[in-house]
C-alpha cells in the first residue's frame, strides 16, 4: 500500500492503531506526541520518524490520524496558530478518533476546508485489545466524500464501521454510548459496593446478575476486576470524567434533566481529584466498597 499515515497523539490507542496499520502493510512514516518518549520509541519500533512539529506531520502523510485527549488539546494542533496540522495540508485528510464535544468537530471542518484538506470524526467505541487487532467499533461524522476516502484505513481498523452523518452527529453518539456505560459502570459499583457490606459472596451475586435482569456488558468486562480491585487501565477514569460531563453538557444544552448522568460526573471527576484518574474505570469501586474509600488515594499504592 501506497498511502503514507501519519499519527499525532500515540498513547494506549493510537500507538496500537499505528502497529496494526504497519502491519497491514501502510506506510507509517510520522509520529508526533508531547511526550516525546513516547514517539521516539514507538517511532523506533515501527521505522518510522519521531517528528518534532505538527507541520512536518502533515507534510510527510496523505492521511493523518489523531487521538488526542480533549477539546483543548484538538484546537491546539489544528487551530491555536504558529505550529499546526492545517501548514500544508492541501489534499491531506485528517482522521479524529477522540472522543470529543461534536462543536469541535464542526469547527476542524470548517478550518480544514479553508485549508484545502478534508477531515472526518471516527469515534472509537472500544479498547485497547480491539485497536490492536483492528475489531474497533468505528463511528464516523463528515463528508460522504471524506468518509469514503477514509474507508481502506478505517477498514483495517474497525470490524464494523458506520457512518453517522455531517460533522458532529458522530460525537453525539459517541457521547450517548460513553454516558450509559459510565452511568452502568457507577451503578454496577454501587451494586457490588452494597452486596459486600450485605456480606453476599460477590462471585455468587456476578453470577446472579449476568442471569438477570441485572446484566450489562458493563458486567463481564469490569465486574471481576471492581471484586478482585483489578483496575490495570484500558479506559481511563480521567476519559470517563470528561465524556461523561461531555454528555451531561449537551443535555443541559437540550434543557433536559439528567441526574444520572451529572452524579456519575461527579463520581468520575471524584476520583480524579484523589489521584486515581489514571486507574481504570472500574476504579470507582474504590468509591463505593466498605473500607476502600478511606484509603482511595493517599494509600494507592499499597492498598491497590
Given at each position: 500500500m501506497t498511502t503514507k499515515i501519519?499519527?499525532?497523539?500515540?498513547?494506549?490507542?493510537?500507538?496500537?492503531?499505528?502497529?496494526?496499520?504497519?502491519?497491514?502493510?501502510?506506510?507509517?512514516?510520522?509520529?508526533?506526541?508531547?511526550?516525546?518518549?513516547?514517539?521516539?520509541?514507538?517511532?523506533?519500533?515501527?521505522?518510522?520518524?519521531?517528528?518534532?512539529?505538527?507541520?512536518?506531520?502533515?507534510?510527510?502523510?496523505?492521511?493523518?490520524?489523531?487521538?488526542?485527549?480533549?477539546?483543548?488539546?484538538?484546537?491546539?494542533?489544528?487551530?491555536?496558530?504558529?505550529?499546526?496540522?492545517?501548514?500544508?495540508?492541501?489534499?491531506?485528510?485528517?482522521?479524529?478518533?477522540?472522543?470529543?464535544?461534536?462543536?469541535?468537530h464542526r469547527d476542524i471542518e470548517v478550518a480544514a476546508r479553508l485549508a484545502g484538506a478534508a477531515t472526518l470524526e471516527a469515534c472509537m467505541a472500544s479498547s485497547i485489545p480491539q485497536a490492536r487487532e483492528g475489531s474497533l467499533y468505528l463511528m464516523c461524522g463528515g463528508t460522504p466524500e471524506a468518509f469514503e476516502r477514509a474507508k481502506p484505513v478505517l477498514a483495517e481498523l474497525g470490524s464494523t464501521v458506520r457512518f453517522i452523518g455531517a460533522a458532529g452527529e458522530a460525537a453525539k453518539v459517541k457521547a450517548l454510548v460513553n454516558m450509559v456505560m459510565n452511568i452502568n459502570t457507577a451503578a454496577l459499583a454501587e451494586g457490588l459496593g452494597l452486596g459486600a457490606a450485605l456480606g453476599l459472596d460477590l462471585t455468587m451475586l456476578r453470577e446472579v446478575f449476568s442471569q438477570t435482569g441485572a446484566n450489562s456488558r458493563v458486567l463481564a468486562t469490569d465486574g471481576e476486576d471492581m471484586q478482585k480491585r483489578d483496575h490495570d487501565c484500558y479506559f481511563s477514569a480521567s476519559h470517563a470524567a470528561k465524556d461523561s460531563g461531555i454528555a451531561a453538557a449537551l443535555g443541559r444544552e437540550q434543557g433536559l434533566t439528567l441526574p444520572l448522568a451529572e452524579a456519575t460526573t461527579k463520581q468520575f471527576e471524584k476520583m480524579v481529584a484523589l489521584g486515581l484518574g489514571e486507574l481504570d474505570k472500574s476504579g470507582i469501586a474504590e468509591l463505593t466498597f466498605p473500607g476502600r474509600q478511606s484509603i482511595a488515594g493517599t494509600e494507592r499504592a499499597t492498598a491497590l
Open positions: 501519519g499519527f499525532v497523539g500515540v498513547g494506549r490507542m493510537g500507538a496500537n492503531m499505528a502497529r496494526r496499520l504497519k502491519d497491514r502493510g501502510f506506510a507509517v512514516t510520522a509520529i508526533y506526541d508531547v511526550y516525546t518518549e513516547a514517539s521516539a520509541s514507538l517511532a523506533r519500533e515501527l521505522g518510522a520518524k519521531a517528528v518534532h512539529t505538527l507541520a512536518e506531520v502533515t507534510a510527510a502523510s496523505d492521511v493523518i490520524i489523531t487521538v488526542v485527549t480533549d477539546d483543548a488539546a484538538m484546537r491546539q494542533i489544528y487551530m491555536d496558530g504558529g505550529d499546526s496540522l492545517f501548514e500544508g495540508a492541501m489534499g491531506k485528510l485528517f482522521i479524529n478518533c477522540a472522543t470529543l464535544s461534536p462543536g469541535i
